[in-house]
């Protein structure tokens, strides 16, 4: 079923979505991307999921970031996907950039998850089914799998590189030890580590601290932060407590436990950094990231399409005083 779409004719606007350089690479991304983990699952609603998948891409919001296990069910986000290729974004097919990853649970037994070979390459074939795609841009191996060697999990990578299935590559929550040397074997094999992903927001300063975030830039590699608002918590969301419908009433992911007092104080005055700045605390989370150029593209995780709105506001003002940043940076640190 063909439903019609046709994209904002604005949607690359210059006074618009802003484009950033992905390491030493030919590609530019934009500066804030839409995951697909939550609410496109194939027990969200469709109509919804097809909702933010074209407002995100009338505002230029091109690359779409899924997983094999999104779900739930685990599957049913990249079949979501490949629903909305059908319907709405086969003729835009050129200006999308898709990635997929491999390496949690996905199917029962010994080859359904972590690294081997046998295990990547079965899933990004599942995966490519499930969106109706003959490649995706990027496939990353989605954690570092301490029982396989490394070596065998980047040849996998190489090599579907070299299959033409992926278009590039790419690692996901690796520790920086063996995300060096991912990046040294990658680069043996000709074929380029495009992105690191990692989480990364006011909450979790782990890729400053473990220096991840120096260490891609080095490697020409670019860094591309997930969950930016700590899956809601860095949002209004939660300022009068708990609402029905919220990623936390579910306490599967993200767990009521994780809302202590300590936590809403910090979160409260956060959000007063926020209003004096003229911003939501969302618009501020995502801004304080992109505030200079050491993150390639924020990956939102979103519920509705005004959310969609409130998070791409964020990017009509990016810029921090020092003082502003002192403040932050004392909250953040708890
Ligand atoms: N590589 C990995 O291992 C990994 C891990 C996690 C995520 N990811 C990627 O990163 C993407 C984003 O992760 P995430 O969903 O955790 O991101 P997030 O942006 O930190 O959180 C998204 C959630 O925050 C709430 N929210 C968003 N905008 C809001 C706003 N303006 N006001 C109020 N609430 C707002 C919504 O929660 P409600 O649903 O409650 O409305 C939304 O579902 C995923 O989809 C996935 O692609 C990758």
Known sequence: MNTGYTPSPTRYRTDGMKFRRCGHSGIRLPEMSLGLWH?????????????????????GICHFDLGNNYGPPPGSAEETFGKLMRHSFRPYRDELFISTKAGHEMWPG?????????????????????????????FYS?????????????????????????????????????????????????????????????FCRLPEQEGLLQQARRNGTGFIAFSPLAQGLLTGRYLDGIPADSRMARNLFLKRDSLTPETLDRIKALDRIAARRGQTLAEMSLAWLLKDDTVTSVIIGASSTSQLADNLKALENTSFDEEELGEIDRISAG
């Open 142 to 202: 989605h954690r570092y799998d301490p029982s396989t060697p490394l070596e065998e999990t980047m040849q996998a990578l190489a090599d579907i590189v070299r299959q033409g299935k992926a278009l590039y590559v790419g690692i996901s929550k690796y520790p920086p030890a063996q995300a060096a040397q991912a990046y040294r074997y990658l680069e043996s094999q000709g074929t380029h580590c495009l992105l690191y992903q990692g989480r990364y927001n006011l």
């Open 39 to 59: 609410n496109f699952g194939g027990t969200d609603s469709y109509a919804n999921a097809q909702a933010m998948a074209h407002y995100a891409f009338d505002h």
């Open 110 to 138: 010994p080859f359904g998850d972590w690294g081997s070979r046998k295990s990547l390459m079965a899933s990004l074939d599942q995966s490519l089914k499930r969106m109706g795609l003959d490649y995706v841009d990027v």
